[in-house]
């Protein structure tokens, strides 16, 4: 595969997708993959651009494309995706040493619409820490990004989408398991049941669970991508190493087990998932429980959570879908009022 980035600064993005268009179309960049889950990841989310960032909010963008310049052999410090990216690219390596001729593996994408000058730092920086990530593409399974108002787009555009949150504190993650933890309401399901306890309160909540505990929730943003590692983990059970399994996945919800677990389990198991451990906290901080497990990504539609995790060394991301972004205190829309009105991604 070529090199299939597009590095551009345009503030208009119907501007950005045809000079995109173009240029792949122009350069011939082989497709990705008939069977591969791609993950797209901007710029902001996969290095740590931040120093960079205020120099172009306090300087302006001349200031800024002399600072890249200057410093363009110097790579960017990892960012928030980046261990989770690092970890993804292990599983590809255990499963071209399982499946050599396969297709079905990840393929890590960026996106970005910096400047074209920044182009070849990025490029300096992927290969400094030995990241395969070699092309550009529009179609993922999955995107993050450190710009809320690009995520939601997203979301609104029907793609597993999600704003991710730089940690607290450094936490030691393993090199060697992919682990992605996710909430069930509003991220794996849908937030039917969310909308009856914030309409009705907790009882009304369990009672319409038990009630429809037969009758699967419908999907939310994110089942499509623990459906895409579901099956990456069948390949490892295949060969017989379903307890060495390089991808390892959570449920972490604040439902509690005894009285709205059962629906969430028999959804899994009406859609043909499973995941590998699932944690019913009723109520409980999130954080605390994610200490111990270690994921390298954890997905959330509450602000509160996300927030929770992240102080406690968890990279946490926002996903925003349903009820709770219209009246939860600090969405990820309030989250961008504190930010500068332009992001370079």
Not at 22 to 29: G, L, N, R, S
Not at 34 to 61: C, H, K, W
Not at 174 to 186: K, N, P, W, Y
């Amino acid at each position: 595969m070529g090199h299939g980035w597009v590095f551009q600064h345009d503030n208009d993005p119907k501007h950005t997708a045809k000079a995109k268009k173009e240029w792949i179309k122009k350069k011939h960049i082989k497709p990705k993959p008939q069977n591969a889950i791609t993950i797209a990841v901007s710029s902001r989310a996969l290095f740590n651009m931040d120093r960079e960032q205020d120099i172009y909010e306090q300087q302006g963008m001349e200031d800024y494309l002399k600072y890249q310049i200057q410093h363009e052999i110097e790579p960017f410090a990892p960012g928030p995706a980046f261990p989770f990216i690092k970890a993804v690219e292990a599983v590809n390596t255990r499963l071209r040493e399982l499946y050599p001729d396969s297709e079905e593996l990840f393929d890590v994408v960026l996106m970005t619409s910096n400047h074209a000058h920044v182009g070849l730092r990025l490029i300096n920086s992927i290969n400094h820490y030995q990241l395969f990530i070699e092309r550009f593409s529009y179609h993922a399974n999955l995107y993050l990004s450190a710009d809320s108002l690009k995520v939601r787009e997203a979301i609104d555009e029907g793609i597993a989408a999600a704003t991710v949150f730089s940690p607290g504190k450094i936490t030691e993650l393993s090199e060697t398991q992919l682990r992605v933890a996710f909430d069930g309401d509003a991220v794996l399901f849908s937030d039917e049941s969310e909308i009856i306890y914030k309409a009705h309160g907790l009882d009304k909540f369990y009672e319409h669970e038990k009630a429809h505990e037969n009758k699967p929730l419908d999907h939310g943003p994110l089942k499509g991508f623990l459906e895409a590692l579901g099956k990456l983990q069948q390949k490892f059970y295949a060969k017989g190493q379903r307890l060495d399994c390089p991808i390892r996945t959570y449920l972490v919800t604040a439902r509690s087990a005894a009285s709205s677990g059962t629906r969430a389990l028999k959804t899994l198991r009406s859609w043909g998932l499973e995941t590998d451990e699932a944690l019913f906290l009723a109520g409980a901080p999130k954080g605390p429980m994610l200490e111990k497990i270690r994921p390298h990504i954890f997905f959330d539609d509450q602000m509160f959570h996300v927030e929770g995790a992240t102080e406690l060394g968890t990279v946490a991301a926002h996903v925003p879908y349903g009820i709770s972004q219209k009246i939860q205190s600090k969405t990820a829309r309030d989250v961008k009022k504190d930010m500068p009105a332009k992001q370079l991604e």
